[in-house]
């Protein structure tokens, strides 16, 4: 598949092989891979494992994550993460309301300095500056209007 192409692959992760899935993206290495999928702890816990194996190189985002519908989705990444130490949240992305939950993005952490790099020449307007606490790290964080609470 050329570069800068989109290839959509809807399935049940449970029953997709990360060979289907490179297949499926023209056999070529994946760069970015979105999971929008089911909003359960087994589906994510799923679509984790794939990406770890099917998409090594690539940005992986996370739809839905902190949705107060689904607050269970953000400790099933936190599970993978402690799983798979080689991942990292990339970045957090805020989106404009409730309904728009964050986006988490996750990527190998040889990755992170480069991508974070580009990511913030790209949408400096939109850097949040503390960026969020994962503890060892500080993920960046994206938002439409970046500003601090206001304690005063």
């Known amino acids: 598949m050329p570069a800068g192409r989109l290839a959509v692959l809807q399935g049940d992760s449970r029953s997709v092989t ?6 499926a993206a023209g056999g070529g290495v994946l760069r970015f ?20 194996v099917a998409a090594q ?7 839905d994550m902190l949705h107060p519908g689904y ?5 099933t990444v936190h599970a993978f993460l402690d799983a798979e130490p ?24 040889p990755a992170v300095g480069g ?18 606490d994962f503890g060892a790290y500080r ?4 938002t439409p209007e970046p500003k601090l609470a206001d304690i005063g």
């Open 115 to 132: 991508y974070e790099a580009w990511l913030r020449a790209a949408f400096a307007a939109h850097v949040w500056p503390m960026g969020a």
């Open 86 to 109: 080689g991942w990292r949240v990339l970045a957090i992305i805020d989106r404009e309301d409730i309904v728009g939950a964050a986006k988490y993005l996750l990527c190998r952490a």
């Open 57 to 63: 190189e690539a940005i992986l985002a996370l739809d």
């Open 18 to 23: 990360p060979r289907q899935l490179v297949d």
């Open 139 to 142: 993920a960046l964080v994206l």
């Open 33 to 52: 891979l979105h999971v929008d999928g089911e909003h359960t702890v087994e589906h994510l816990a799923s679509d984790l494992r794939l990406a770890a």
């Open 71 to 75: 607050p269970t989705l953000a400790l």
